[in-house]
């Protein structure tokens, strides 16, 4: 299953992290204005400017790559809802008596899906029951393959019903590793260290100025903490505050529909 990251206490140790920064840079700007009071900022304006558009695009592409996945999630949960939907409603071609049986499995076999995701921070409980999918699964398919080939079966019953299970077996990887698709881990290393390098540079900038804006310290900070704490989010959506659990519910549906 996939490592949850938490993006809170990587939030809050960015948080203070920039504050001891800015103050960190501001610092050094005012020891070297006392050494050197007209040169001491002339010529550095290209340096921040580029690290500063640096870590704006890297930011930028973050983001937009974590809303990507996050939207990607969210059609693989449709797409299983409808897998699932599509091969139960195909169980009717297997013969009536085979019917009662196979339709229990696949009861299961969805309640074991919504476990599987509503556990998703345990990772003990989703590994069990990955496994008992994966057993339902196998049972499901050789209850079908077997009662598609009985008299009293639909005459295309294996080449309706089989393929439509495939579908179904196979969503399951797809979302599994849909679930652990996430940038390289030193993509967030370089948005937590290139984040305390801009605040130092921009408490350096500052300090130009013999009155500490507080304002523009908090501002610079929070901005760019909550930004970092929302792509952080995307990426686990099942642990922070923007949930994917919502979507889930098209699989409750479908399992409600099986009553």
């Not at 398919?141 to 008299?151: F, G, H, L, T």
Request: a neutral charge.
């Amino acid at each position: 299953m996939d490592r949850e990251i938490a993006a809170w206490p990587i939030a809050v140790t960015l948080l203070i992290g920039m504050l001891v920064c800015l103050e960190f840079g501001r610092y050094l700007g005012a020891r070297r204005l006392a050494t050197d009071p007209q040169g001491a900022m002339s010529g550095l304006g290209a340096v921040e400017g580029a690290m500063f558009g640096l870590y704006g695009l890297l930011l930028a592409f973050s983001f937009s790559g974590a809303a990507g996945r996050y939207d990607a999630r969210r059609q693989l949960i449709v797409e299983e809802a409808n897998a699932i939907g599509t091969a139960y409603l195909r169980v009717d071609l297997l013969p009536l008596e085979t019917q009662p049986a196979v339709r229990d499995q696949f009861r299961g076999y969805v309640d074991s899906r919504l476990a599987i995701y509503r556990q998703f921070s345990d990772a003990a409980a989703v590994n069990l029951e990955l496994s008992r999918s994966e057993k339902l699964q196998k049972a499901i398919w050789a209850q079908s393959v077997a009662a598609s080939a009985k008299p009293g079966a639909h005459t295309e019953a294996g080449k309706l019903l089989l393929p439509a299970l495939n579908e179904m077996i196979d969503i399951t990887a797809t979302r599994m590793m849909g679930t652990r698709m996430h940038p390289p881990s030193i993509i967030y290393v370089l948005l937590f260290v290139l984040a305390l390098i801009c605040s130092v540079l921009a408490g350096h900038g500052m300090a130009a100025s013999k009155n500490r804006s507080v304002l523009h310290t908090i501002a610079f900070a929070f901005i760019t903490v909550i930004s970092v704490y929302v792509v952080l989010d995307l990426e686990y959506p099942r642990s922070g505050l923007i949930r994917i659990d919502t979507f889930d519910q098209v699989l409750v549906d479908v399992r409600e529909s099986m009553n």
